[in-house]
């Protein structure tokens, strides 16, 4: 049975930095694409970063040079680097992962196949 389960969420001041982790199980994700969304409430889920399985990522408009992703194939995980955050950053984050092996990434929800159960981030100003 495939998981993905997101730690590192919580509440910090604006400017602040979080990490949020996402960890695999039950089938290796090292050659798909993985992403971060984010939903805040009465808002559509929204892309936040997604990385291919060379590296290449990509990242929403209003995150861009603030965050970055990583993945480390060995231990089945990728990772989310969020510096300057700000109070519209407030959101429950999503780990996904699409489901065939070399995919590239996308900014699609409905592209991704696999995904986690969310962590809360909450910014205060």
């Known amino acids: 049975q495939v998981q993905l389960v997101e730690s590192g969420g919580g509440l910090v001041q604006a400017g602040g930095s979080l990490r949020l982790s996402c960890a695999a199980s039950g089938r290796t994700f090292g050659y798909n694409a993985m992403g971060w969304f984010r939903q805040a409430p009465g808002k559509e889920r929204e892309f936040v970063a997604a990385i291919n399985w060379s590296g290449f990522t990509d990242f929403g408009d209003s995150v861009k040079g603030r965050f970055t992703i990583s993945r480390d194939n060995a231990k089945n995980t990728v990772s989310l680097q969020m510096n300057n955050l700000k109070p519209e950053d407030t959101a429950v984050y999503f780990c996904?992962?699409?489901?065939?092996?070399?995919?590239?990434?996308?900014?699609?929800?409905?592209?991704?196949?696999?995904w986690g159960q969310g962590t809360q981030v909450t910014v205060s100003s």
């Open positions: 996904a992962a699409r489901r065939s092996p070399y995919s590239s990434t996308s900014r699609v929800p409905e592209n991704y196949t696999y």
